[in-house]
């Protein structure tokens, strides 16, 4: 479960971009992040992951206080998090079978990529994971030879490779066409269902968000205006 506890962030520039925002995830929900532009969406995936350092607030990941690691202990923090993004961040000359190693191997992975040497168990997963978002034929396809849809169950494998506690998804459809956006939305809720995972996806399409996720958190100027379900959304707006 995550925990987000009155958590605030004002940058050096002096722009509070979280106030006091609160919510919990239970296991397997997929929350959409909605709010216009510079509503605080970004900083408050950032919070969670720590690539920015919160002002305030607490932020728990299955009890542990994410916002109070060191440096080693974040290291460990992060690999429970798993990210997924818009442009992918695939590394193109790598097959598919190698960018989702790279999930679990992080720095190593890199290296043993030149070798190709891997842990048995670690490709069996692998496997596993590719043959779950139906790239079970282009295992050994590089990166740079796939569609955008494809490129995205990479992205999909490979956070999931990690064997995350939680996934952070940052606009997983804004570079796909309408038709491959649902197919990618569908995917990524019904694994969060299947195992448990919670999920938080910044999702600017609100009707996308509406029609696939179970929860809709909407952020306006820093604060929390509406935790609800999409049906509740519709009702309100
Ligand atoms: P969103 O993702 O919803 O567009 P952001 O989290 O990017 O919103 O931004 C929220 C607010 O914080 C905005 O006012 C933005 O200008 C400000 N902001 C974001 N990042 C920084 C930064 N690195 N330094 C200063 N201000 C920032
Ligand atoms: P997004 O498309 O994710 O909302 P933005 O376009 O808001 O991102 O911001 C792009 C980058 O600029 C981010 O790294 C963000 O932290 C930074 N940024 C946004 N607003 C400001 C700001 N007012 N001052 C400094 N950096 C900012």
């Not at 920015?52 to 542990?64: D, Q, T, Y």
């Not at 999930?103 to 992975?109: A, P």
């Not at 694994?191 to 029609?211: K, M, T, W």
Request: proline share 4%.
């Amino acid at each position: 479960m995550l925990s987000v506890e009155t958590l605030t962030k004002t940058y050096k520039t002096g722009d509070r971009a979280l106030s006091d925002v609160s919510f919990t995830v239970p296991k397997g929900q997929v929350v959409g992040l909605i709010g216009p532009s510079g509503a605080g969406k970004s900083t408050l995936i950032r919070c969670i992951n720590r690539l920015v350092e919160p002002s305030a607030g607490a932020v728990r990941l299955n009890g542990a206080d994410i916002t109070r690691l060191s440096n080693t202990e974040l290291r460990r923090a992060r690999r429970r998090i798993g990210m997924i993004f818009q442009e992918y961040a695939l590394v193109e000359r790598l097959t598919v079978m190698e960018n989702v190693l790279s999930g679990r191997l992080g720095y190593v992975g890199f290296w043993r990529s030149f070798l190709r040497r891997y842990p048995a168990k670690d490709v069996q997963m692998a496997y596993r994971l590719l043959d779950r978002v139906g790239l079970s034929a282009h295992v050994d396809k590089r990166a740079d030879a796939l569609s955008g849809g494809q490129r995205q169950r990479v992205g999909i494998a490979r956070a999931l490779e990690q064997e995350p506690e939680l996934l952070l998804i940052d606009e997983p459809t804004a570079s796909l066409d309408p038709r491959t956006s649902r197919q990618i939305m569908r995917l990524i809720v019904e694994i969060c269902r299947e195992s448990g995972l919670p999920a938080i996806i910044n999702i600017h399409d609100v009707v996308l968000a509406q029609q696939f996720t179970d929860r809709i958190i909407g952020l306006q100027a820093g604060r929390v205006v509406f935790d609800g379900t999409p049906a509740q959304l519709t009702e309100d707006v």
